[in-house]
């Protein structure tokens, strides 16, 4: 804490950048999931659903880049998607390695309600455009120096 008494007073939560990263996260949650219910969608699915209407036919290695998630993460995500007809998964015939994940049509057709759903999301941020643009760079600059922090 702080020997300044105006800054003694508060929570110890109003103190912590990770706090209100957290909070944020959580009333996003809040406001996405009514919208992502009637799709059938959790929110990393529909992150998962994002990167292939982006691009489809990505490797989960790819997708996982794309989110900075491990295919540990990915891999039960996905095979619910399969599970939903939503996706399909196929071995890379180059490299059996490496699966193959691809938009079925009913996957594809839900990219029109998606736009929707990020409308509402972005409204109820009740930031302009000029606005979130610059959270957004904050936020990855911020991600990107954690990201390169060695663990204390």
């Given amino acids: 804490m702080s020997d300044d008494p105006a800054l003694s007073s508060l929570s110890p939560f109003d103190q912590m950048l990770c706090f209100d990263v957290y909070a944020v996260n959580l009333a996003f949650g809040r406001i996405y999931k009514p919208l992502l219910d009637p799709l ?15 691009n489809d036919h990505q490797s989960v290695g790819g997708i996982g880049d794309s989110l900075g998630l491990d295919s540990s993460t990915l891999t039960p995500l996905i095979k619910r998607l399969e599970a939903a007809n939503l996706v ?24 029109s309600q998606s736009e929707r ?11 302009d455009d000029r606005t979130a643009q610059a959270l957004r760079e904050q936020l990855r600059r911020l991600r990107r120096q954690l990201q390169q922090s060695p663990q204390g």
């Fill in 117 to 127: 759903v990020i409308a509402c999301v972005t409204g109820n941020t009740g930031l």
């Fill in 40 to 54: 059938g969608l959790t929110y990393p699915q529909f992150l998962v659903m994002m990167a292939l209407w982006a």
């Fill in 88 to 111: 399909t998964r196929q071995r890379d015939s180059r490299d059996e390695r490496r699966v193959i994940v691809s938009l079925s049509p009913q996957g594809a057709d839900l990219q």
